[in-house]
């Protein structure tokens, strides 16, 4: 029989010939026969246990063990569930084994094996990126910084509770920003994660009305020599009211609106127009972007008489989240750019004013 097992030869003892070791039909060792003495049982010859001895002294060796001739579990305890060096892979009572993690100075091989540790880092690392996908390109919610120039550092953390959420803990590391941390829900962000273009309105108002509403920038670009990480401040986030590229042009003297419903001219200053803006939550006194649009609407027809009287082209309201088409958008500004003055809504006497339909023309700036 082909493998580990003697071939039998035949061989001369003390003058009469006999099978060596005497293997049975099958090429295997045999008891021989209890009931025909002439059918011999089989010897073990001495060259046969030593490649037995050898075999598993060699495994032994291979498991990271060291063969003795004493000591019954030496081949034994090289079989383990734990994520031991150069020992055998045994499954646990649960039918689990463990596998140890790849050394950081080892390179990664397509064969090796993936331990849960490692789906979970590939986990974790598409999910930073999914979760920051509201920064690709695009906005932040607005915020009041409470300064018209906030530090690199404010608004690089900002980001991230943006981002990541609130309740984390920011580190801010002055040689490399873009090496910041911020850990929340124990998983620890890299500033460089913030995705190249995100950027946040700043919604501080020095005087208190009127907010500066500066766009910051941030110029993320690892791969570049020097890399760079930096927010920049791109001037006022807004549509140029009264130009050529807004809708709704309003052009006039100093004295050009009137209310509708007494008649009377109501001085309203250049700078009420091509300023800034007003608030219209705070000017109408609501609390919500639906309570505003509700008067706004009532303005254009409540009574069948338009009532734009006290307000300006800039006036805005914000509207934190915006749904158009199954899209969603942050840090939305809709803002006033125009009037339809048709059919003398302007009129200064009121008894010229007619019902007809009128409208205010809004433009989204963000």
């Given at each position: 029989m082909a493998g580990m097992y003697p071939d039998n030869e035949t061989v001369n003892m003390f003058g009469t010939p006999m099978r060596w070791p005497g293997m049975g039909s099958d090429g295997k060792f045999t008891n021989g026969s209890f009931s025909d003495p002439d059918e011999?049982?089989?010897?073990?010859?001495?060259?046969?246990?030593?490649?037995?001895?050898?075999?598993?002294?060699?495994?032994?060796?291979?498991?990271?063990?060291?063969?003795?001739?004493?000591?019954?579990?030496?081949?034994?305890?090289?079989?383990?569930?734990?994520?031991?060096?150069?020992?055998?892979?045994?499954?646990?009572?649960?039918?689990?084994?463990?596998?140890?993690?790849?050394?950081?100075?080892?390179?990664?091989?397509?064969?090796?094996?993936?331990?849960?540790?490692?789906?979970?880092?590939?986990?974790?690392?598409?999910?930073?990126?999914?979760?920051?996908?509201?920064?690709?390109?695009?906005?932040?919610?607005?915020?009041?910084?409470?300064?018209?120039?906030?530090?690199?550092?404010?608004?690089?953390?900002?980001?991230?509770?943006?981002?990541?959420?609130?309740?984390?803990?920011?580190?801010?590391?002055t040689q490399d920003p873009c090496a910041s941390t911020y850990t929340a829900d124990g998983v620890t962000h890299a500033a460089g994660e913030i995705f190249n273009a995100t950027w946040v309105r700043n919604t501080h108002a020095p005087d208190g009305k009127n907010p500066i509403n500066h766009r910051l920038t941030l110029t993320n670009t690892p791969n570049t020599n020097p890399a760079v990480f930096y927010w920049e401040d791109v001037g006022?986030?807004?549509?140029?009211?009264?130009?050529?590229e807004a809708a709704g042009i309003v052009k006039g003297s100093r004295n050009i609106l009137a209310n509708p419903l007494t008649g009377e001219i109501e001085a309203v200053s250049y700078g009420q127009i091509f300023g800034g803006g007003r608030n219209l939550l705070d000017l109408f006194n609501v609390s919500t972007p639906q309570a505003a649009m509700a008067v706004l609407r009532s303005k254009c027809n409540g009574e069948g008489i338009p009532d734009f009287w006290d307000l300006c082209v800039g006036d805005y309201i914000d509207i934190p989240l915006l749904t158009v088409d199954g899209a969603s958008y942050t840090g939305t500004r809709i803002l006033i750019s125009g009037f339809n003055h048709y059919k003398t809504c302007a009129s200064r006497k009121a008894s010229g004013i007619r019902k007809t339909t009128s409208c205010l023309l809004l433009t989204r700036s963000c």
């Amino acid at each position: 029989m082909a493998g580990m097992y003697p071939d039998n030869e035949t061989v001369n003892m003390f003058g009469t010939p006999m099978r060596w070791p005497g293997m049975g039909s099958d090429g295997k060792f045999t008891n021989g026969s209890f009931s025909d003495p002439d059918e011999k049982p089989s010897m073990i010859p001495a060259q046969t246990l030593n490649l037995i001895i050898d075999n598993i002294a060699e495994l032994i060796n291979k498991l990271g063990g060291a063969p003795s001739n004493s000591g019954a579990l030496q081949l034994a305890v090289r079989f383990t569930a734990e994520a031991l060096a150069r020992c055998a892979v045994a499954r646990d009572d649960n039918g689990r084994a463990k596998i140890a993690a790849r050394p950081s100075n080892v390179n990664p091989d397509p064969d090796d094996i993936a331990r849960q540790g490692d789906l979970d880092e590939v986990n974790e690392a598409l999910t930073r990126r999914l979760n920051a996908r509201d920064g690709l390109g695009g906005p932040l919610p607005p915020h009041d910084f409470g300064e018209a120039e906030p530090g690199q550092d404010a608004l690089t953390e900002y980001a991230s509770r943006s981002i990541w959420g609130d309740g984390g803990a920011f580190a801010w590391n002055t040689q490399d920003p873009c090496a910041s941390t911020y850990t929340a829900d124990g998983v620890t962000h890299a500033a460089g994660e913030i995705f190249n273009a995100t950027w946040v309105r700043n919604t501080h108002a020095p005087d208190g009305k009127n907010p500066i509403n500066h766009r910051l920038t941030l110029t993320n670009t690892p791969n570049t020599n020097p890399a760079v990480f930096y927010w920049e401040d791109v001037g006022v986030d807004t549509v140029g009211f009264a130009s050529n590229e807004a809708a709704g042009i309003v052009k006039g003297s100093r004295n050009i609106l009137a209310n509708p419903l007494t008649g009377e001219i109501e001085a309203v200053s250049y700078g009420q127009i091509f300023g800034g803006g007003r608030n219209l939550l705070d000017l109408f006194n609501v609390s919500t972007p639906q309570a505003a649009m509700a008067v706004l609407r009532s303005k254009c027809n409540g009574e069948g008489i338009p009532d734009f009287w006290d307000l300006c082209v800039g006036d805005y309201i914000d509207i934190p989240l915006l749904t158009v088409d199954g899209a969603s958008y942050t840090g939305t500004r809709i803002l006033i750019s125009g009037f339809n003055h048709y059919k003398t809504c302007a009129s200064r006497k009121a008894s010229g004013i007619r019902k007809t339909t009128s409208c205010l023309l809004l433009t989204r700036s963000c």
